[in-house]
């Protein structure tokens, strides 16, 4: 079955580390892209990839990095630069302009 | 930048018709995309407009207008699992990616 996974689905880190969120796809879509979703609120952008070895910052990158090695593959590392990562983690792809993009089940991370 | 807005939350009965509005102010501006998401879960695609006026895809619409920036979902007979946050999202030409607004909490009654 085509889909997106993410892994895991729980996570908890202690403050001050660094923490890698997996983000797995084979529906051969081009384009992935990284949320964060608080308590009662929307999506928040995080960083976004058009295509393999490129990606953008989208509007809360401080403290997140990303990379596009390979194109089924869209990692998300929250750095202890974050200042409050505890949060709900999206990740999503699509394959073209006006097509939908599909979401994954998401990571809730928790730092203590 | 991008401005969406959404009511925050919603009640209506189980079997009656709601309509859900989202106002958006952005640049480059290519559709608007309309999700469901229930709680602790992923959003799911519901509907995509391009065009202006009305598209209807069982009981759930979704209408848009382009010079008005406007659009609403409107969801019809409604029934209890339909009690989740409903999230628009305008799609540019420009950043090429979904940004959504804050969402509707939609509570459904019996």
């Known amino acids: 079955d085509g889909g997106i996974t993410q892994s895991p689905k729980y996570l908890f880190r202690k403050e001050g580390q660094n923490v890698t969120l997996s983000c797995e796809q084979n529906?051969?879509?081009?384009?992935m892209y990284w949320y964060r979703q608080d308590p009662g609120q929307g999506l928040r952008l995080i960083y976004y990839?058009?295509?393999?070895?490129?990606?953008q910052k989208g509007d809360i990158a401080e403290g997140y990095s990303v990379s596009r090695e390979k194109k089924e593959s869209f990692p998300l590392t929250v750095t202890s630069a974050q200042k409050n990562p505890t949060a709900f983690y999206l990740c999503?792809?699509?394959?073209?302009?006006?097509?939908?993009?599909?979401f994954g089940q998401g990571t809730r991370l928790t730092v203590v | 930048g991008q401005n969406i807005d959404q009511p925050t939350e919603m009640t209506a009965t189980e079997g009656a018709i709601v309509q859900i509005n989202c106002t958006y102010q952005?640049?480059?501006?290519?559709?608007l995309f309309w999700y469901q998401q229930h709680a602790g879960e992923a959003p799911t695609f519901l509907s995509y407009?391009?065009?202006?006026g009305l598209e209807e895809k069982g009981r759930f619409s979704s209408f848009l207008s382009r010079s008005k920036g406007y659009s609403y979902l409107l969801l019809k007979e409604l029934q209890m699992k339909d009690s989740a946050s409903y999230l628009c999202?305008?799609?540019?030409?420009?950043?090429?990616?979904?940004?959504f607004g804050s969402g509707t909490r939609l509570q459904v009654q019996p």
């Open positions: 999503a792809s699509r394959s073209g302009m006006n097509t939908e993009a599909f």
């Open positions: 529906l051969n879509h081009d384009a």
């Open positions: 990839s058009q295509i393999v070895n490129d990606f």
């Open positions: 952005t640049s480059g501006f290519n559709g």
């Open positions: 407009n391009v065009l202006d």
């Open positions: 999202a305008p799609y540019t030409t420009g950043r090429r990616a979904l940004t």
